[in-house]
C-alpha cells in the first residue's frame, strides 16, 4: 500500500487547505536562498526531545525540518510514505508491516533501519512516560524487525487509522543507541541539519547534502527560525523585513498587512479549535451540572465576532471538525442561554458560582480577552469568573494540565481516534479535563470500539455518538474552530495548496517552500 488517500474507511482525514488568491503561477520551484521566521510558541526550555513538544516553533523545528516520521500528511490531506516506503496491513487492521526507505543516513553518517524505528518507538513507554504520544505506542503489543527495512507492528487491537499516527510530530525517528546524543544536538534524518540552536530563542540549519527527498522538497540553502512569541512583535519583524513569514498574526492588525503589497495573507480551514479546559476531577468541574452550566454560559457567536474576527467559526464542544471524515454537522448547536444556565446550577445545587479561569496569549492570540467576554455572559446567570491573566513563557508547564479552568488551543488531528486517543481517552498525558470512566464509560467504550470497526457506516454511528456525549456532558468548552492564519513576504513562493493540520503548512514550510 503506498500513501493512504482515506477513500471510504480512509478517506479524506484533513481535507486541503488552499491560500488566497495571491497571483503566482505553478512552476518549477527556484532551489537556495534562505527562509527566515518569525513563530510564536517558544520556551526556554525546548528541546529535541521530541516527547515534550506541544508548539509550533518546536514542531516546526524538529518535525518539520531537522527529523523525519515514518509517514507524512501531504498538504492535500492524503497520508505519504516518509521514512517508510510501503505499509501493509492484516484483514483485522491489528498487524501492520513497514517497509523502510534504504539509503537514508542520519546527520551523523549513522544508516537508518528498523533498530532505529523501534527504539524510537520505545522512548514513549514505559511507567514514568508524560510523552503525549504515549497511548499511540502503548497500542502496540509487539515491535519485530523482519529486516534492516522491514519492521512488524502487532496491535492489541485493530486500528484502520495506524498509518496516520505514525505522522505524529512527537514520533520522530532517532538513531539506536545515540538518543541521547541525538537529542542534545538534534541530529535526524530531516533535509535540514542543525548549526545552532539556543532554547527559546533561535535556530538555524543548513540543506543537508543528498538527501533521500532528493531535489523534490527543502529548496533552501538556509533556515532561520527566531523566537518571537509577541503578536506585535512578530508584526513589526514581517513589515521591516526582518523575517520572511510569521504565524498566528493578530487580526486587529490585520489591515495593516494587507495594506503592504510585499506581504500576503495566507488563511487555511482545518480543525484548530480554541478551547477551555476544566479538570472533572476537581471541584466545582466534577459536577456534570455545572459543566452544562458553563456551556450555555458562553456567548460563542461573540467570540468568533470579537477575537477571531470571523477568520473561524462556532464550536459544540467537540473537538471533531469539518475536516474530519465522521464530522456531526447535523448536531444541534449549543447556544448562549443564561436561564438554560441559571436551570443546571440550580440542578447543581448553587445559586451562584464564584471560578477563576487561567488565561494567557500563549493559548492563543485573544485569549485573556476570550476570558473577559465569557466572565461578562456568564455574569447573567450568576456565574462569576475572575479572569487570572498568567505569564506566556511557562504557560503550557505551568498552567496548562495544572490550573483547573484555562485557556487552550488544540490543532486537531486527521483522524478522530487520534484526535480522541491524544485528548480524552482515559489516563492519557494529554487529557486535559482528565475526562474518563466515572465521568462516562459510554464515551471509553465506544473509543475502543470504533479504533477497531472496519465497517464505515457502523464507524460513523459510532463517533456521532461520542461527538454528543462531549457535547452534553464532556469537561472541556469548545467555543470557536480558528483558521490558521499566517503571513509571507512575496519573496517566497509557497505552493497554491497549505497544508491544515498543523500552523504553517502542516509546520513543514521548510521543506515546501521556495525562494519566489
Known amino acids: 500500500m503506498y500513501g493512504i488517500s482515506r477513500r471510504g474507511l480512509l478517506q479524506t482525514g484533513a481535507a486541503a487547505g488552499v491560500l488566497a488568491a495571491t497571483g503566482m503561477p505553478l512552476r518549477a520551484q527556484t532551489r537556495g536562498g534562505k527562509l527566515t521566521a518569525g513563530l510564536g510558541g517558544a520556551n526556554t526550555s525546548d528541546s529535541w526531545d521530541a516527547r515534550t513538544h506541544s508548539d509550533i516553533f518546536m514542531i516546526a523545528a524538529c518535525h518539520g525540518t531537522v527529523f523525519d516520521c515514518l509517514t507524512e500528511v501531504a498538504a492535500d490531506g492524503s497520508l ?46 514505559g ?27 502487532v496491535l492489541a487491537s485493530g486500528n484502520a487509522d495506524f498509518p496516520y499516527l505514525m505522522s505524529d510530530y512527537h514520533i520522530v525517528m532517532y538513531p539506536a543507541g545515540q538518543i541521547e546524543e541525538a537529542i542534545a544536538q538534534g541530529i535526524g534524518t530531516g533535509l535540514y541539519q542543525v548549526q545552532s540552536f539556543d532554547p527559546g530563542v533561535r535556530m538555524t540549519a543548513t540543506r543537508y547534502a543528498d538527501h533521500y527527498k532528493g531535489d523534490s522538497a527543502g529548496f533552501f540553502d538556509e533556515i532561520e527560525y527566531i523566537a518571537i512569541n509577541d503578536n506585535t512583535a512578530r508584526m513589526n519583524a514581517l513589515m521591516t523585513g526582518q523575517v520572511d513569514t510569521i504565524n ?63 477568520h473561524g467559526a462556532i464550536g459544540n464542544d467537540t473537538p471533531i471538525g469539518p475536516a474530519n471524515q465522521y464530522y456531526h454537522a447535523e448536531m444541534e448547536q449549543l447556544e448562549y442561554d443564561p436561564d438554560q444556565a441559571k436551570f443546571y446550577l440550580q440542578q447543581a445545587g448553587m445559586d451562584s458560582l464564584d471560578i477563576e479561569f487561567s488565561a494567557s496569549n500563549a493559548a492563543f492570540e485573544g485569549a485573556v480577552d476570550a476570558g473577559q467576554l465569557f466572565q461578562a455572559s456568564a455574569a447573567a446567570a450568576g456565574i ?48 486535559d479535563s482528565q475526562w474518563d470512566s466515572d465521568d462516562s464509560a459510554r464515551f471509553q467504550e465506544l473509543l475502543l470500539a ?22 452534553d456532558e464532556g469537561g472541556v ?40
Not at 92 to 115: C, E, I, M, Y
Not at 275 to 288: A, R
Request: proline fraction near 4%; charge should be negative.
Open 80 to 125: 505519504q510514505g516518509e521514512l517508510a516506503e510501503s505499509w501493509e496491513a492484516s484483514a483485522d487492521a491489528k498487524t501492520w508491516t513497514f517497509t523502510l526507505r534504504s539509503g537514508v543516513t542520519f546527520h551523523n553518517g549513522k544508516p537508518f533501519g528498523a533498530d532505529d524505528v523501534i527504539e524510537s518507538l520505545q522512548m514513549h513507554v
Open 127 to 153: 511507567e514514568d512516560s508524560k510523552s503525549a504520544a504515549k497511548p499511540i505506542v502503548e497500542a502496540i503489543s509487539e515491535m519485530n524487525k523482519l529486516s534492516d527495512t522491514q519492521v512488524e507492528f
Open 248 to 310: 498566528r498574526i493578530d487580526f486587529k492588525t490585520e489591515s495593516l498587512l494587507r495594506a503592504n503589497p510585499a506581504l500576503r495573507i495566507q488563511e487555511v480551514t482545518g480543525n484548530q479549535h480554541y478551547s477551555m479546559p476544566m479538570l472533572t476531577d476537581v471541584s466545582p468541574y466534577d459536577n456534570v451540572n455545572v459543566r452544562k452550566a458553563l456551556k450555555y454560559g458562553i456567548d460563542r457567536q461573540e467570540l468568533v465576532d470579537k477575537i477571531l474576527l470571523g
Open 384 to 431: 462569576n469568573i475572575n479572569v487570572v491573566q498568567e505569564p506566556a513563557d511557562g504557560y503550557w508547564s505551568n498552567v496548562w494540565l495544572n490550573k483547573p479552568f484555562c485557556a487552550c488551543y488544540w490543532s486537531g488531528r486527521a483522524t478522530e481516534d487520534w484526535m480522541f486517543s491524544t485528548a480524552y481517552e482515559a489516563g492519557v498525558p494529554w487529557n
Open 450 to 471: 470504533a479504533r477497531a470497526e472496519l465497517d464505515t457506516d457502523v464507524r460513523q454511528s459510532q463517533y456521532f455518538e461520542m461527538q454528543q456525549i462531549l457535547r
Open 477 to 516: 468548552l469548545i467555543p470557536m474552530f480558528a483558521n490558521y492564519v499566517q503571513a509571507v513576504n512575496n519573496r517566497i513562493y509557497s505552493p497554491d495548496t497549505v497544508g491544515n493540520l498543523w500552523q504553517m503548512d502542516n509546520a513543514r514550510m521548510a521543506e515546501r517552500w521556495s525562494v519566489a
